[in-house]
């Protein structure tokens, strides 16, 4: 199977999984019934599970729609760990 991507004029990119070579021009909209028009993507075969497949979406969509941030992000406080022992180790 493949997964194939159509865009609806009016409700944006729709995707079809279907054996290969078998994708149609157009897909009806599945909210207007409209033919989308297939949109031609790089192969996206075996990538697994749909949340291996969500991974690996949003990481090429830093490539080109990056996360922007006003500051760094705050790190949480590195836990204390209490043990008698680190009390025996050579200091400088
Ligand atoms: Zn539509």
Redesign the pocket.
Known sequence: MAVYQYR?????V?EVARPIGTAADAEP??????P?PRVFTAPRLSLGSARNRALIDRTERTADQPAVVSAAPSRPAAPRVHNPVHARLPRP
């Open positions: 609806c004029a009016e409700h944006g729709l909209c599945p909210d207007c019934a409209t989308a």
